[in-house]
């Protein structure tokens, strides 16, 4: 398994290289930083989610990464002080009922 996440991590790279390349001048400044680590959290994350399916079912693995939004919407509230109104609570708090309900 693997050894499939690698090739199909590889060709998309090996093409966006050659067209970023190609087409733009590259220049290293802080963005290009931000990005190499979103890239690496992207990597991370999509290694995780292969090794939950092969850990456990895909009926459980997938709805719960399905919750990513839960993540960000509590930090935009906790760091940029973003409002959570009562839907937004209840939506939260359903998705997590949810999880569980699909684990049992």
């Known amino acids: 398994m693997t050894l499939l996440i ?7 790279i090996i093409f966006i290289t050659i067209y970023t390349f ?3 001048s590259v220049r290293i400044d802080r963005f290009a930083i931000f990005a190499f680590l979103v890239g690496l959290v ?12 092969a850990k456990g079912p895909a009926s459980v ?3 719960f990464t399905g ?12 760091i940029l002080k973003e409002p959570l109104n009562p839907f937004h609570i209840v939506g939260i708090i359903l998705a997590v009922i949810a999880i569980i ?3 049992l």
Do not use: H, K, R
Not at 6 to 12: D, G, L, N, R
Not at 67 to 78: E, K, R, V, W
């Open 42 to 53: 992207s990597s991370i994350a999509t290694i995780s989610f292969y090794l939950a399916l």
């Open 67 to 78: 919750l990513y939004f839960i993540i960000p919407a509590i930090l935009g509230f906790i």
């Open 61 to 63: 693995v997938i709805p």
């Open 6 to 12: 690698f090739f199909a991590t590889i060709a998309p």
């Open 22 to 24: 190609s087409t733009t």
């Open 101 to 103: 309900l699909f684990s």
